[in-house]
């Protein structure tokens, strides 16, 4: 589901000069079990991802009318076929692919304009009560009203789906930036920068953003789930990626159909979901706790 | 207290006026000349401009505005393209299905997410921890229509528990229709439980590390009752402000409960004007899911205010 979590530990993050290091983070990400799993998982997604033209068996759409409904394990079909004898391995692959790349456009439209936004909310009071009300009219149309509009207006597409996402994350973006400008702001350096005349936008970009990053990051890797999910969603209900492209939300609602003769073809896109999400969830909560300096005895 | 209400009101007033700004732009943007499709090809130029001027296309875009605010305001949706009931019809036959989805869902999850929030917090550390904290994992990372597919597969089919789909009306045959709506709620509340579920925890943690619970804790009163008379009531107020942020999601996901469990909703209404490209059906749909989520997030934050007067209007963001 796409349910969205801001990071509640967002004000704790990256504070500046508390012994944070890439050692010690990378040391928090090795000896954090769950985060390792979640780093590992994450390795293997990547990988199905990038790899997919040269793993897969089979071009994903290339159908074979005389080996339909293919158990698991069949020679030949690692995870069987659907009903046009589609290879479903060939088509998890590319389908995670699709997943992916959603999500990471989405995230980049999210960090793109909610970075900038979010500073200048933070640094300026002129600015927060007129992107206020820009979040909260944003916040009014949920994501799937977006891509309902963009649907309605240029037809269902993997651009329309990554921007309707993006858009709906940008308001938790702007949110979590924002608090990190306020609390930067008030810091030493902030101040010592002020009193040599740096401009506004010059402490913006070379004081608060680094020190902002890493909250940043955890963001991101809190919205690539739901914009994993929010995909497949999407196309599941025609919303998003078009036949015959695979997308592992096609693939749901093409097994559904069929599934009493052959579940297992709408178990194994679910899967594919689950654990792209679940590998971003572990390695961000992980991430969360080793970006975290004032945090060094949590499990 | 009267300042923070009025600045909150004017706030969602600005919100509601900008949405709507937002949802009339957009609905120019469609493609397709709806004078053009009302006379047929075939028609002539004065026709068209005829039923362009019917239709007040051919006034300024700022009263085009106000005529599409006034007739919103008066209920008036327009007519179905494709089936000419008017939309208001179409709504209020389906809304109330979707109402009763949601409701259903929110109990679900607010009930188990809260327990589970209780015992990772009171068992911390032994597996009941563990099992609510999985929970939550799973929740977040399983795509819900996933779990419903599944859901109708073993519990509706292969052991007959529930009905696969299908609505009874919740108002005449109230038990009946509980019955019917059980498993779309679940599935529709899991993910919101699961977010319920680690934000109650987290709150808990930070109450039992306050002073006062240690104070009580001093005094001899016991964990338990500790947790359900401190920790639970902070809580509730996470709780509420999470089923408002969550509403967006909730709308989202009850679209797509209703398609697996063909309920004859709001989203069912959504998909099929998207898809026959009934536009005055869209923009009504689109209006209705905005204005109710500014509302409903406006009484959130006033019972909020009103649960915890520490916050103020500086607390809203």
């Not at chain 1, 985060?35 to 068996?57: F, S």
């Not at chain 1, 293919?70 to 391995?89: S, Y």
């Not at chain 2, 006379?39 to 004065?46: D, Q, T, V, Y």
């Not at chain 2, 609510?132 to 419903?148: D, E, I, K, M, T």
Request: with cysteine; hydrophobic share 50%.
């Amino acid at each position: 589901m796409a349910m969205t979590e801001t990071v509640t530990t967002s004000r704790t993050l990256g504070a500046p000069g508390l012994g944070s290091g890439k050692g010690r983070v990378w040391r928090s990400l090795r000896t954090n079990p769950l985060g390792l799993t979640g780093g590992i998982l994450l390795a293997v997604v990547v990988l199905a991802a990038v790899l997919a033209p040269i793993i897969a068996p089979y071009d994903p759409t290339e159908v074979h009318f005389d080996t339909p409904f293919q158990q698991p394990g069949t020679v030949g079909f690692l995870l069987g076929t659907d009903d046009l004898g589609r290879d479903i391995f060939s088509r998890m692959l590319f389908g995670i692919q699709a997943s992916l790349q959603v999500g990471v456009l989405s995230v980049l439209l999210a960090v793109l304009i909610g970075t900038p936004l979010g500073l200048l909310a933070g640094y300026w009071k002129g600015f927060d009560a007129v992107i206020s009300r820009l979040t909260d009219v944003t916040l009014a149309f949920p994501f799937l009203i977006i891509a309902v509009g963009l649907a309605a207006i240029s037809g269902p597409s993997l651009g329309n789906a990554a921007v309707a996402l993006g858009i709906a994350q940008i308001p938790t973006m702007i949110r979590v930036v924002r608090g990190e400008t306020l609390r930067i702001k008030e810091s030493d350096f902030v101040l010592g920068a002020k009193t040599m005349d740096a401009s506004g936008l010059r402490i913006m970009a070379q004081h608060i953003l680094p020190n902002a990053t890493s909250a940043i990051i955890v963001q991101a890797t809190v919205i690539m789930p739901v914009a994993v999910i929010g995909e497949a969603l999407l196309s599941f209900l025609g919303l998003g990626i078009q036949p015959p492209t695979p997308s592992l939300g096609i693939m749901l609602s093409d097994a559904q159909q069929y599934i009493f003769r052959s579940p297992t073809a709408a178990i194994f896109p679910g899967i594919g979901i689950a654990v792209i999400c679940l590998a971003f969830n572990l390695f961000g909560d992980a991430l969360r706790d080793a970006l975290d300096p004032t945090n060094t005895s949590r499990k | 207290m009267t300042r923070y209400l009025l600045t909150r009101l004017w706030q969602s007033a600005v919100t509601l006026i900008l949405a709507s700004i937002v949802v009339f732009i957009g609905v120019r943007q469609l493609p397709g000349d709806p004078a053009l499709a009302m006379a047929g090809e075939e028609a002539s130029p004065e026709q068209l401009a005829a039923i362009r001027a019917d239709l007040g296309l051919d006034q300024p875009l700022l009263t085009q505005y106000f005529t599409f605010v006034g007739n919103i305001s008066r209920g008036d949706f327009g007519e179905s393209t494709r089936t000419g009931t008017p939309v208001v019809d179409l709504i209020a036959t389906t809304l109330p299905v979707t109402l009763w989805l949601s409701a259903y869902a929110i109990v679900v999850a607010v009930v188990v997410g809260i327990l589970f929030g209780v015992i990772a917090e009171r068992y911390r550390g032994r597996w009941p921890e563990w099992f609510a904290n999985g929970f939550a994992l799973v929740g977040l990372s399983v795509p819900n229509f996933w779990l419903g597919i599944l859901a109708i597969l073993y519990l509706a089919v292969t052991l007959g528990w529930f009905p696969a789909s299908g609505y009874v009306d919740m108002v005449s045959e109230p038990l009946r229709g509980i019955y019917y709506l059980t498993l779309p709620a679940v599935i529709l509340g899991t993910g919101l439980a699961a977010v319920i579920m680690r934000q109650t925890r987290a709150s808990m943690i930070e109450t039992m590390n306050t002073d006062y619970v240690r104070t009580a804790r001093a005094k001899g009163l016991g964990r338990s009752r500790v947790l359900v008379r401190y920790g639970l009531r902070n809580s509730l107020i996470v709780v509420v402000t999470i089923v408002g942020l969550q509403l967006g999601g909730l709308i989202s996901g009850a679209v797509v409960t209703e398609r697996i469990f063909a309920l004859p909703g709001f989203g069912k209404l959504t998909l099929d004007a998207v898809f026959t490209r009934d536009y005055p059906v869209i923009q009504a749909v689109v209006l209705i899911i905005t204005l109710s989520y500014i509302v409903i997030n406006l009484a959130v934050d006033i019972l909020y205010s009103v649960v915890n007067p520490k916050i103020r209007v500086g607390g809203s963001n």
